[in-house]
Structure formats: structure tokens, C-alpha cells
């Protein structure tokens, strides 16, 4: 595990409470959709980057998947591992930045989903060379041929809300889309968290950084969670989702 950073901290209060969200209430009709986009045989291997609470590496364990989850935060993992326990079902739990994690052994797919990890940045981070980071550790650990699903924080949206008093504030930065912002610390009275940064990309962007990282890139969608749609994105959207495939 390498250094912490803010998003550990949040994610750490936050997972008792994660099943809440709306989101996740179509977790079913999201299975169905990764497992026909992924192409996978019975038995196969997947690798899930910034897992959480095992939402979708869970059921994808239950259908008779091998898979591995890779979280910053061990009290995502913690509730992962009861909801494992629960199903009857083994997976694989790491604890690690999904940006330095490499993988030993090579998988037959992989999952980036719902901003796990993908766009969320420590004050460390720098802004490309972090997504850079998981992109080549996804890259380095699929099978050639494998498929990789991959949502992140459409950057098309934040621009279109962004304003001249954000950006001078500091809250957003038109060069990185980059936004900073506070939450509440679930478990601490609710009080705020530190100061928390996030990413957004355009669909260029990101398609671009996948090719770069040894990934070539069939699809990208509008993938905003518990609303994937096999469409293009929309410039309001919360997400973009790609589908890309390791050439071989």
C-alpha cells in the first residue's frame, strides 16, 4: 500500500452508508451489462479497479467469475469482504492506489467503474500521470484480447457548469478539470472533509489516454451509473463509459 491519501479517508466513512446511494439500485441490470460487453467465458478472470464495496465484483463472483478487487480503502474492503461472506462466494480483496498497483498474474477482463478510483486524485497526485498510472496498471495485467469497461467523470458537463468565480476561487481548473470541493465525513458528526479533488475528461481525451496506455478503445458512451446506455454521451451527463480491448 503506498501512501494515503484524502479520498482513503472519505471512502473509509462513507461505506457502511454506500449501498444508499441511488446509483446502486440497478446493480442487477449493471451486471447484465458488463457481462454481455465483456465477452466473457464461464470461469473467467476479471480484475476490478477501485472495487468498493464489491457492488459489481460480487455478483460477478456469483455467476462463477474469478475476480480481483483492488480498493485505496479498507473500510470499502471491509464491507466487501461481509458481502462475500454473505453470498457464499471467494474473491481476491487488495489494498492499494489503484494508480501504483500491479497486478502478478494477467486477467481475462477488467472494471473501472463509477469513479472507484478512476479521476479521483490525493493532494499529492499530479493530474495525468495518476489516471495515467491505473490505465497502464489495467493494461500491463489484461490478457491480449481482454476487454476493460471504464466510466469516469464526464469533463463535458463540469465546463458546461463551471463559472469565471470558480475558476478564480480555485474550485475549478479549466486546464485539468480539475474540481475541488468538500463532503461530508460520514461518521465524524458529518463533519467536512478535507479538501477533495476530482477529475473530469472529454471523450477525446480519454480515448486518447487509453491508446497511449496499449488499449484500443471500440466504444464510448454515456455512462453515467444506474443509466448505462450503449449511446453517445450527453453534455450534461455525469459520466462517459469506455469500452476498450487489449490488442492480440
Known amino acids: 500500500m503506498t501512501k494515503a491519501n484524502e479520498w482513503e479517508a472519505f471512502f473509509d466513512g ?36 477501485g472495487c468498493g464495496i464489491g ?13 480481483t478487487g483492488v480498493d485505496i480503502s ?5 464491507q466487501a469482504r461481509q458481502a462475500a461472506q454473505e453470498a457464499g ?4 480483496w487488495v489494498h492499494a492506489d489503484a494508480a501504483a498497483y500491479r497486478s502478478e498474474k494477467q486477467f481475462d477482463a477488467a472494471i ?15 493530474p495525468l500521470q495518476h489516471e495515467f498510472g491505473i490505465l497502464q496498471g489495467v493494461s500491463e495485467s489484461l490478457r ?10 464526464n469533463g463535458l458537463a463540469r465546463i458546461r457548469s463551471a463559472t469565471p468565480q470558480s475558476v478564480e476561487a480555485g474550485a ?18 458529518e463533519a467536512p472533509s478535507q479538501p477533495l479533488r476530482e477529475r473530469g475528461f472529454v471523450p477525446s481525451e480519454l480515448a486518447l489516454m487509453l491508446n497511449i496506455s496499449g488499449l484500443q478503445v471500440e466504444q464510448i458512451w454515456g455512462g453515467t451509473a444506474g443509466s448505462w446506455l450503449r449511446q453517445p454521451p450527453g453534455l450534461d451527463e455525469m459520466e462517459l463509459m469506455a469500452i476498450a480491448r487489449k490488442p492480440g
Open 55 to 67: 457492488r459489481h465484483a460480487v455478483p460477478l463472483a456469483q455467476r462463477g467469475y474469478r475476480v
Open 14 to 49: 462513507h461505506a457502511p452508508y454506500y449501498r444508499e446511494e441511488p446509483f446502486t439500485r440497478n446493480t442487477s441490470e449493471e451486471i447484465e451489462f458488463l457481462v454481455a460487453e465483456l465477452e466473457l467465458a464461464d470461469g473467467a478472470s476479471i480484475l476490478d479497479v
Open 89 to 92: 462466494v471467494h474473491v481476491e
Open 172 to 189: 475549478f481548473d479549466p486546464l485539468t478539470l480539475l474540481e475541488v470541493f468538500t463532503l461530508p465525513l460520514m461518521g465524524a458528526g
Open 74 to 78: 479498507q473500510g470499502m474492503l471491509a
Open 112 to 126: 473501472c467503474l463509477c469513479e472507484g478510483a478512476f479521476g479521483l486524485l490525493g493532494s499529492a497526485d499530479d
Open 144 to 153: 491480449p484480447g481482454g476487454r476493460f469497461v471504464l466510466t469516469a467523470t
